[in-house]
């Protein structure tokens, strides 16, 4: 009677054993076509492009995922050290070519149809990409409506006064304004965007703050030929001090000296 336990319990052991291999047999079967599967028809297992994960999506899912992430980073103005107006990349009128990035991510996949390995590693690639803009988009988006209710402030432009405490002409410098000039704020924008870009086309948020390079200009500025201009002026003023003045009245002849002239 003993003897027959102890086959049944081996035969029991050996049938457990036997599910156990075949069960992992299954799973590391099911594995091996998945991994098949994943790596033949996507771009792959652990892979980011521009820091952005695009694993197990084939090239036109990749391609819609890019674009999409690309047209939702947030662009984030701030002025005087707050928040004043958030959009986005897309709002602004900007958009990644479809053409160019399929091309890219058709490629990309030929590389890595190449390369594959049973053990994935993570891989980041930056391929190629095309900007596209609206400008219409962005003249919309970059009204200075946007931007708050500020109480802003005109530019001054410089001249050239008589100052009275100095008894001479004086240039008076410009004054910078806090007023939006909607071309100038529009550059900026482009061109911030653009660095932007360049360091992270995917992830994170933009933030600019505005400053001079968004607000009107004075049209007059201290400029050489402003300074030569009150040269001049404050030579003839010069010359006019040192003159005297005769006149005759009847019979009599009378001179001014300067002192008198700019008495």
Sequence with gaps: EMDNKEKNRKKKIKV???????????????????????????????????GLDVSGQNVEKAGQTIRKAFQDKKVVFREDGSQVYQTTVGELGYSLDEGTLQSALTVLKQQRDQTRTFLASWKNYEIEYQVNKDETAEQSALTEDHFGEKERTEAQNAEIRYSKK?????????????????????????????????DKLL?????????????????????????????????????YRKATITYTFGNTTETLDSQTVNS
Aim: hydrophobic share 40%.
């Design 16 to 50: 457990i054993l036997g599910i156990c291999i075949a069960l992992f047999l299954l799973l590391g079967g099911g594995l091996l076509v998945y991994i098949h599967k994943v790596d033949t028809d996507t771009l792959g297992r652990k892979i980011t492009i521009y």
């Design 166 to 198: 100095k008894k001479k002409f004086v240039i008076v410098n410009q004054v910078a304004g806090t007023q939006i000039d909607e071309e100038r704020l529009r550059n900026y924008v482009d061109k911030t965007l653009e660095a932007e870009f360049q």
């Design 203 to 239: 992830t994170g948020e933009v933030k600019i703050d505005l400053n001079q390079q968004a607000y009107k200009q004075p049209s007059v500025k201290a400029s050489k030929e402003l300074k030569k201009e009150l040269k001049s002026l404050n030579g003839q003023l010069k010359k």
